[in-house]
């Protein structure tokens, strides 16, 4: 495989141009930087080490961890969001699109839609879709690692993490804490109603969601990229990642983790980055 990939080299590129960014902040003293400045040298060290191990073998273990460690790091780069908007912006664009929203519709969609439709059912159905945008990424990419091979696999990793860098990337220069964290009473995603999936959806959001990420929505973004490459790649997913992809774009918005106009900013993220992508696959890849 050799010591540098193309998902090696985007995450690197990532890391290092994150790390720029918090030298920056931490000339200014904005905290959390330093932290996050250690924790983006311990990724680099791992990258260094995984490509290093799997660069010379054919061995099941290192091949494997090698197109699967890249993902491994979603979250800690996640998590640093909130540590480099404010290096490069004073206040996030919550009140901005706010008021849009109100110029467009004249309610806020993310405070009206639970509202109008209290259901407990359709809140479970909407948890349910958002819990299960989790599993996108492990199921496309195991798939399509037994139906077509690690190369076929490798792309798969390749154009979701080029997704999830650009949103990151986003979300520095337009930062958005999201609805649950802009309204009242400021608190974060709550225990939404609901029977199961309300739950274990509440279990991976109250520990898991910072304030920044709203715009675009990346969940929509990736949800959409995967699912058109399950489309292409394992076609015996297409149909129920598309139907929950279709009940995510409501589901986000009825849950206040995102404005409205965050759900066709994601459409258009995820087109653009299945388009790029798909246009540049391997000569002869299938």
Not at 184 to 213: M, V
Request: glycine share 6%; hydrophobic share 55%; charged share 10%.
């Amino acid at each position: 495989m050799g010591t540098w990939r193309p998902l090696d080299l985007a995450l690197v590129s990532y890391a290092v141009l994150a790390s720029l960014l918090l030298l920056a902040g931490l000339a200014k003293g904005i905290p959390g930087c330093g932290r996050q400045l250690l924790a983006n040298a311990v990724v680099l060290v791992v990258a260094l080490a995984v490509t290093r191990w799997s660069r010379d073998t054919t061995r099941v273990l290192p091949t494997f961890l090698r197109f699967c460690y890249v993902p491994l790091l979603y979250l800690v780069f996640y998590h640093q969001i909130e540590v480099i908007w404010p290096i490069l912006r004073a206040v996030s664009m919550d009140a901005g699109l706010a008021r849009m929203e109100w110029r467009l519709f004249h309610v806020q969609p993310s405070l009206a839609f639970s509202v109008a439709l209290p259901f407990p059912w359709l809140s479970e159905l909407f948890c349910f879709a958002y819990f299960a945008y989790y599993l996108f990424a492990p199921v496309v990419f195991f798939t399509v690692l037994s139906r077509r091979g690690y190369l076929a696999a490798e792309r798969i990793v390749l154009a979701t993490s080029l997704c999830f860098f650009s949103c990151y990337a986003i979300f520095w220069l337009f930062p958005a804490v999201g609805p649950h964290y802009f309204f009242p009473p400021h608190l974060g995603p709550q225990l939404y109603d609901g029977y199961i999936f309300n739950h274990l959806l509440f279990f991976l959001t109250s520990s898991g969601e910072i304030r920044a990420g709203a715009f675009p929505s990346s969940h929509v973004a990736v949800a959409l990229l995967l699912t058109l490459l399950a489309r292409r790649d394992a076609p015996v997913l297409f149909l129920p990642l598309a139907l929950i992809t279709a009940l995510m774009l409501p589901a986000v918005v009825y849950l206040r983790a995102h404005y409205l106009v965050d759900v066709p900013a994601g459409i258009l993220v995820g087109i653009l980055a299945f388009a790029i992508t798909n246009s540049t696959r391997p000569a002869g890849a299938r």
